[in-house]
């Protein structure tokens, strides 16, 4: 079993920052892809921003210029640093991984964080 722990989240003045973080533990063979989505009232979940394995980073345009992805392997761990943060980042921010386990390395499963709010006051 393979379970992802979030943290970081939390209240922020617009133009503030923040830093996730978010940690795999468990069963684990390799981690092809970390990211982070976020899902705003009464909107679908979107990708923010992914990382692959092999540092190969992507972010929606939004975020672009203000987020940085970043990951750990040793730690198995990503993160996401959050500048110049506007109310319309506000959201619930999950971690999202592609993990294969020891007993399955060829056969990747997408798990997700239990989700971190992220508030941005104007």
């Given at each position: ?48 921003a ?56 060829n ?16």
């Amino acid at each position: 079993q393979v379970q992802l722990v979030e943290s970081g989240g939390g209240l922020r003045q617009a133009g503030g920052s923040l830093r996730l973080s978010c940690a795999a533990s468990g069963s684990i063979f390799s981690i092809n892809f970390m990211g982070w989505y976020r899902q705003a009232p009464g909107k679908q979940r979107e990708l923010v921003a992914g990382i692959t394995s092999g540092g190969r980073t992507n972010y929606a345009d939004s975020v672009k210029g203000r987020f940085t992805i970043d990951r750990d392997n040793a730690k198995n761990t990503v993160y996401l640093q959050m500048n110049s943060l506007i109310p319309e980042d506000t959201a619930v921010y999950y971690c999202n991984a592609i993990i294969t386990s020891p007993s399955g390395p060829n056969v990747p499963y997408q798990y997700w964080g239990q989700g971190t709010q992220v508030t941005v006051s104007s």
